[in-house]
């Protein structure tokens, strides 16, 4: 069964660094998403990707955050200059289509530690 | 706003035995769709089951099921026969059509032998 590939699996960066996490979601999907998870707390939204744009963005996806498909299949979420409490679990998903019954595929995550 | 709420931090269950894992949404939306999640301490996010705000059956896949009342805004999981390997943390979550989804805090559920 096709899934969703995240790389890497757990990262740890100095804090004020860049980092790109990368995804590749699966094969004919179009709607890609990125969530966070705190150690212990909930999934949170980020951002929702669509036909090349962003499509929606939270409260915690501020100017430090970006993403991009740079050619077609990866799906990358970059962070300019880390910060402590960016430390969580980074999730990507994909959906085919647009009806509500599809569900978001996940990845296995990216450990983001920042030290 | 959408808002999902779990009031369940925490849930023990017989093994072999059933239980119930809360659910209940805030919307203003009739289109929506509502999704169960599974995250074992691997931490991989295990899609379980889907109920669409108008489906009049509900929903089940294998031992899940789903017990929706729309009036009262509850989209209950319920697992039957339970199992050691059903020891894990149950994310409810909301989506209407493209959009992000929205989820409960999660009820941590573990199964005893």
């Known amino acids: 069964e096709p899934e969703v590939t995240q790389t890497p699996s757990h990262q740890v960066t100095q804090m004020g660094q860049e980092v790109i996490l990368r995804c590749v979601p699966i094969?004919?999907?179009?709607?890609f998403y990125w969530y966070r998870q705190i150690l212990g707390q909930k999934v949170e939204f980020l951002v929702s990707f669509y036909n090349n744009e962003i499509s929606e963005k939270s409260e915690i996806f501020d100017d430090q955050f970006s993403v991009e498909r740079p050619d077609g299949s990866n799906f990358t979420l970059k962070i300019r200059s880390t910060k402590l409490e960016d430390s969580a679990m980074y999730f990507c998903?994909?959906?085919?289509?647009?009806?509500?019954?599809?569900?978001?595929?996940f990845g296995d995550g990216t450990r983001l530690s920042i030290l | 706003a959408q808002k999902i709420t779990q009031t369940q931090p925490g849930m023990f269950v017989q093994e072999k035995e059933a239980v119930t894992l809360d659910c209940t949404y805030d919307?203003?939306?009739?289109?929506?769709?509502l999704f169960w999640y599974k995250q074992p301490s691997s931490g991989e996010m295990i899609f379980l089951i889907y109920?669409?705000?108008?489906?009049?059956q509900n929903a089940t896949e294998g031992r899940y099921s789903l017990n929706f009342q729309k009036a009262r805004k509850s989209a209950n999981l319920v697992i039957s026969a339970s199992q050691l390997g059903d020891s894990a943390m149950y994310f409810c979550?909301?989506?209407?059509?493209?959009?992000?989804?929205?989820f409960g805090t999660g009820t941590r559920l573990k199964v005893l032998a």
């Open positions: 094969s004919n999907h179009l709607y």
């Open positions: 109920q669409g705000s108008y489906d009049e």
């Open positions: 919307t203003s939306d009739q289109s929506y769709g």
């Open positions: 998903a994909s959906k085919w289509g647009g009806p509500s019954n599809q569900p978001q595929h």
């Open positions: 979550a909301m989506t209407h059509g493209t959009y992000k989804y929205i």
